[in-house]
């Protein structure tokens, strides 16, 4: 099978829970996660909010019937793996929940293990709402972010995971090994039960026509080319492997750095390309793949209506072919003007129509 868009130029669009909190006064605590009941309501609320204010560019669901959602689809939460293996998660009613590092020390990072998923006390509770709605419903939908590999390392071992690198490579990769077996795992049990990985890291993979698993890169901004060739590129291809048809989100402004190495990986077909980054050199790099052009949440949320709509034309003109594209914009705040939303949807339109 050929993996390519379901549609010409499919977008997504994804708000910051400030933008909900602001605007409907949804809130996103403990049980907005974990609560069978709250998981259904607050999904079918979001999906008829989208609808009515932005159901012209078609968004959201005009009559939504409840659905067994296990994660959130409409906000960017990346936070399971690393409270699996032992972080403490701060909820907030108008943020993503945020991770309280470990800062584990050396022997605390030699002592680490991949848990037992049925066994963990926080995966456990996954499974109890899973099982709820499924019982409730006869099936599940969604998934849950799977963070990534460095992303839940740095969580573990704070920032001394670079120096470990330099220093004590042994344990770098250790750590990494630990966070990769965590995030394969979560994967594998939850494909098994809804059949998708990532539509929770992003919304894109949807639009295409084979269950893509998204690999969350959000730190690899962090490394240099070198650093991420020996200490994180054989977790990709691990991965790739693991989870095919694969993915890599890279949300940093300089994926053209990492792309040539990005090619290496056998199987990777899809690649969020961060706002900033050089989109031709990544489509050089990687000619086949399918790019989900990401725009820049802080700029729609600031700029003029006409700025956004250069900024659409900019990752178009640079993202062809536009057979395999896919656009998008997350996390975007409560102060985003409607029409800058707008705008996105009908500079896309334009170009589809061209």
């Known amino acids: 099978m050929t993996i390519s ?15 909900w909190n602001k605007h409907y006064g949804i809130t996103f605590g403990e049980n907005f996660f974990f609560d069978p009941a709250q998981r259904v309501a607050r999904e079918r609320q979001m999906r008829g909010i989208l609808h009515a204010r932005f159901g012209a ?45 470990l800062n584990l020390d050396d022997d605390q990072a030699i002592a680490l293990r991949a848990p037992d998923l049925a066994m963990n006390p926080v995966f456990s509770r996954v499974i109890a709402m899973m099982d709820a709605l499924e019982k409730e419903f006869g099936y599940l939908e969604g998934d849950l972010n799977l963070e990534g590999v460095l992303n839940v390392a740095l969580n573990l071992r704070g920032p001394q995971i670079f120096v470990d690198m330099y220093e004590n490579p042994n344990l770098a990769h250790h750590v990494l090994t630990v966070a990769y077996e965590t995030v394969r795992d979560i994967a594998r ?3 098994r039960r809804t059949g998708t990985t990532s ?13 893509i698993s998204l690999h969350p890169n959000c730190s690899v901004e962090m490394v240099s080319p070198q650093t991420f060739r020996e200490f994180l590129l054989p977790y990709d291809k691990l991965l790739a492997r693991d989870l095919a048809p694969y993915g890599i989100h890279h949300c940093g402004k300089d994926m053209h750095k990492v792309a040539a190495l990005y090619a290496e ?14 989109i031709a050199a990544c489509r050089r790099a990687l000619p086949s793949a399918i790019f989900s052009l990401r725009l820049s949440p802080v700029r729609v949320s600031t700029l003029s209506r006409a ?28 102060e985003t003007p409607d029409e800058n939303v707008r705008a996105i949807y009908e500079t896309v339109e334009r170009f589809r129509n061209q």
């Open 189 to 191: 049990y939850v494909k």
């Open 307 to 334: 700025d956004v709509i250069a900024d659409v034309e900019r990752v178009l003109n640079a993202g062809a072919p536009l057979e395999r594209a896919v656009v998008c914009c997350i996390n975007m705040d409560g």
């Open 5 to 19: 868009p379901s549609t010409f130029l499919p977008v997504e669009i994804v708000f910051h829970p400030s933008w």
């Open 265 to 278: 990986i056998e199987g990777a077909i899809f690649f969020d390309v961060g706002w900033g980054s050089d």
């Open 199 to 211: 539509i929770a890291v992003n919304r894109g993979v949807r639009n295409i026509n084979a269950p």
């Open 57 to 101: 560019c078609g968004m959201g669901e005009a009559n939504p019937e409840p659905k067994p959602i296990i994660g959130p689809i409409h906000i960017a939460a990346g936070w399971l793996p690393s409270a699996v293996l032992g972080c403490e998660i701060m909820f907030a009613d108008d943020a993503s929940p945020q991770v309280v590092p």
